[in-house]
């Protein structure tokens, strides 16, 4: 049997707080970015990029406190090739245990022509900014954004450049998802062979998903040397998303004979991890998702079926609880007790507090009066359901009665919490959900569009709950809600409520000129 402990080791570089946040609709609030941070540095996280600190001053105030409370992860910020910036950064990740500044500038011909530098020009910004990050953090990381359609002489000259003025990574970034994974080695093994220096730093790879090769990509830059793969939960990432952390990690663990590589990643952790961030980022994760998605270890085909019950490797690569699925679903009832609830819990992943697990029982008594046989998905809902739910929230759905059928107009009548003051209202609508939206729009006026509407089951039966996803847009900022119940109007209110309770702390985030994710240097790779 192979040794991992003699095997090189990858680190896990996390940027689903940073770049996965960047998602259009994917906010966090500043306690979700917390939890978040706890629970990858819990996991094994090598490096979380926790925010761009000089985005807001909520972004600002995340990472710094992830970097104070951070046990294990090296925590960095993310930082344009500007003085301003890195201060800001050094600022925010001074505090933690092992702190890092990542700087970066766009070196393509098509990222050189934003800030209208010739090659000596940005050569030299280059040179300074490093500078100054390594007078500033011992640890010091730099990308080249768009690497990957950067002249290959080009790119080998800036690295180098890098390097000298003391950054102790470099990140090779596939921006646009444009490289295949031929490519991705190549550029690895020539920076590696031709820079002076380059066996003395850390090489990284941070790949989009636009063509569906990110983990290909990522996987391959490791084979040619990389020794940091730049990842988020689930994917999640601006476009078509990043480098999905569960993907690499477990594809170094299953393929450990072709792939001998090993991280620090408890990788029981990785189901939590990917329904909290789903439920916090208002992302679903698609059902066919590898790794994490909800068909991930299902099996309809008779000839698989069969094949399984008689051997489970027929079939399937890995253990559900390598990645910390449970294989047992057994349905819950009205009867069952608080304890079986939180013994559910704990094999499902979540260990709650006192005040949290009577909320939920409670939520789940009332569900198990309406459902006859609550599963595993049922409790998961519910459970998101009341993480999204903010204690804090500006508006709360108190009450809901809707007329609809075949003969209209339909009709909603609603009691709707604003800043703690009930307000009664009833509307029409082109339909029981539009009546209820336009009640909604009636009491708290806004101009948000509505993007996406999506509904699905949780479990079968005409007694399943309903997860409803519901997407806004106003004036550039978008956000997605969502919420789970039995009765799917009633679903539909709390996602789009939730999703209004977002775009508020997008507003008061988002202050007049000081949201630098707006700018074009929005993406470090």
Same mark, same amino acid.
Request: include cysteine; charged fraction near 25%; aromatic fraction near 4%.
């Given at each position: 049997?192979?040794?991992?402990?003699?095997?090189?080791?990858?680190?896990?570089?996390?940027?689903?707080?940073?770049?996965?946040?960047? #998602?259009?609709?994917?906010?966090?609030?500043?306690?979700?970015?917390?939890?978040?941070?706890?629970?990858?540095?819990?996991?094994?996280?090598?490096?979380?990029?926790?925010?761009?600190?000089?985005?807001?001053?909520?972004?600002?105030?995340?990472?710094?406190?992830?970097?104070?409370?951070?046990?294990?992860?090296?925590?960095?910020?993310?930082?344009?090739?500007?003085?301003?910036?890195?201060?800001?950064?050094?600022?925010?990740?001074?505090?933690?245990? #092992?702190?890092?500044?990542?700087?970066?500038?766009?070196?393509?011909?098509?990222?050189?022509?934003?800030?209208?530098?010739?090659?000596?020009?940005?050569?030299?910004?280059?040179?300074?900014?490093?500078?100054?990050?390594?007078?500033?953090?011992?640890?010091?990381?730099?990308?080249?954004?768009?690497?990957?359609?950067?002249?290959?002489?080009?790119?080998?000259?800036?690295?180098?450049?890098?390097?000298?003025?003391?950054?102790?990574?470099?990140?090779?970034?596939?921006?646009?998802?444009?490289?295949?994974?031929?490519?991705?080695?190549?550029?690895?093994?020539?920076l590696l062979e031709r820079v002076p220096g380059a066996d003395t730093i850390t090489f990284a790879t941070h790949c989009h998903n636009d063509l569906g090769m990110a983990t290909a990509n990522a996987l391959a830059a490791v084979e040619a040397g990389a020794r940091q793969i730049e990842c988020t939960i689930n994917g999640l990432g601006e476009r078509a998303g990043n480098t999905a952390l569960e993907e690499?990690?477990?594809?170094?663990?299953?393929?450990?004979?072709?792939?001998?590589?090993?991280?620090?990643?408890?990788?029981?952790?990785?189901?939590?991890? #990917?329904?909290?961030?789903?439920?916090? #980022?208002?992302?679903?994760?698609?059902?066919?998702?590898?790794?994490?998605?909800?068909?991930?270890?299902?099996?309809?085909?008779?000839?698989?079926?069969?094949?399984?019950?008689?051997?489970?490797?027929?079939?399937?690569?890995?253990?559900?609880?390598?990645?910390?699925?449970?294989?047992?679903?057994?349905?819950?009832?009205?009867?069952?007790?608080?304890?079986?609830?939180?013994?559910?819990?704990?094999?499902?992943?979540?260990?709650?507090?006192?005040?949290?697990?009577?909320?939920?029982?409670?939520?789940?008594?009332?569900?198990?009066?309406?459902?006859?046989?609550?599963?595993?998905?049922?409790?998961?809902?519910?459970?998101?359901?009341?993480?999204?739910?903010?204690?804090?929230?500006?508006?709360?759905?108190?009450?809901?009665?809707?007329?609809?059928?075949?003969?209209?107009?339909?009709?909603?009548?609603?009691?709707?919490?604003?800043?703690?003051?009930?307000?009664?209202?009833?509307?029409?609508?082109?339909?029981?959900?539009?009546?209820?939206?336009?009640?909604?729009?009636?009491?708290?006026?806004?101009?948000?569009?509505?993007?996406?509407?999506?509904?699905?089951?949780?479990?079968?039966g005409t007694d399943a709950q309903a997860t409803v996803s519901v997407r806004l847009e106003e004036d550039g900022r978008i956000v997605t809600g969502q919420s789970a119940d039995t009765d799917t109007i009633v679903a539909s209110v709390k996602a789009y409520v939730n999703a209004l309770n977002r775009l508020i702390v997008r507003r008061q985030k988002s202050a007049p000129g000081d949201d630098v994710k707006?700018?074009?240097?929005?993406?470090?790779?």
């Amino acid at each position: 049997m192979t040794d991992k402990s003699t095997q090189p080791r990858v680190l896990i570089f996390d940027t689903t707080l940073r770049d996965g946040e960047q #998602s259009p609709g994917a906010t966090m609030t500043h306690e979700e970015k917390l939890e978040i941070a706890g629970l990858l540095d819990d996991m094994g996280v090598d490096i979380i990029e926790a925010g761009f600190p000089i985005a807001s001053e909520g972004d600002f105030a995340a990472v710094s406190e992830i970097a104070k409370r951070a046990r294990n992860s090296t925590i960095c910020g993310l930082a344009r090739a500007n003085y301003k910036d890195i201060d800001r950064c050094w600022e925010a990740v001074k505090h933690a245990r #092992s702190p890092r500044i990542h700087t970066f500038i766009g070196t393509s011909p098509l990222h050189r022509a934003i800030p209208n530098l010739d090659m000596d020009q940005m050569a030299e910004r280059i040179h300074d900014t490093v500078t100054h990050a390594r007078n500033l953090c011992d640890n010091v990381q730099w990308s080249p954004m768009d690497a990957t359609r950067t002249e290959a002489d080009y790119l080998c000259r800036v690295v180098e450049i890098a390097i000298k003025a003391g950054a102790t990574t470099i990140n090779i970034p596939d921006t646009v998802g444009y490289t295949y994974p031929f490519e991705s080695a190549k550029i690895i093994r020539m920076l590696l062979e031709r820079v002076p220096g380059a066996d003395t730093i850390t090489f990284a790879t941070h790949c989009h998903n636009d063509l569906g090769m990110a983990t290909a990509n990522a996987l391959a830059a490791v084979e040619a040397g990389a020794r940091q793969i730049e990842c988020t939960i689930n994917g999640l990432g601006e476009r078509a998303g990043n480098t999905a952390l569960e993907e690499v990690v477990m594809a170094m663990k299953v393929r450990n004979d072709i792939l001998p590589y090993r991280t620090g990643i408890d990788t029981t952790k990785i189901m939590n991890l #990917s329904r909290r961030v789903s439920t916090v #980022s208002g992302f679903p994760v698609q059902f066919n998702k590898a790794i994490v998605g909800k068909n991930a270890f299902l099996h309809e085909s008779g000839i698989h079926q069969d094949g399984v019950l008689k051997n489970v490797e027929t079939f399937e690569i890995m253990r559900p609880e390598d990645i910390g699925l449970t294989q047992k679903n057994i349905a819950m009832g009205k009867h069952s007790g608080r304890a079986a609830l939180r013994a559910k819990l704990k094999e499902l992943g979540y260990d709650l507090a006192d005040n949290q697990l009577n909320d939920v029982f409670v939520r789940f008594k009332a569900l198990a009066d309406r459902k006859k046989e609550v599963y595993d998905d049922d409790i998961l809902a519910l459970v998101a359901d009341e993480q999204t739910n903010d204690a804090h929230d500006i508006l709360v759905l108190k009450k809901l009665r809707v007329i609809c059928g075949t003969e209209g107009p339909q009709e909603a009548d609603m009691v709707l919490s604003i800043d703690g003051v009930d307000h009664h209202i009833d509307a029409t609508g082109d339909g029981p959900v539009d009546a209820a939206f336009n009640c909604i729009k009636m009491l708290f006026p806004h101009k948000a569009r509505l993007q996406v509407y999506q509904v699905a089951a949780v479990t079968e039966g005409t007694d399943a709950q309903a997860t409803v996803s519901v997407r806004l847009e106003e004036d550039g900022r978008i956000v997605t809600g969502q919420s789970a119940d039995t009765d799917t109007i009633v679903a539909s209110v709390k996602a789009y409520v939730n999703a209004l309770n977002r775009l508020i702390v997008r507003r008061q985030k988002s202050a007049p000129g000081d949201d630098v994710k707006q700018v074009n240097y929005r993406d470090a790779g």
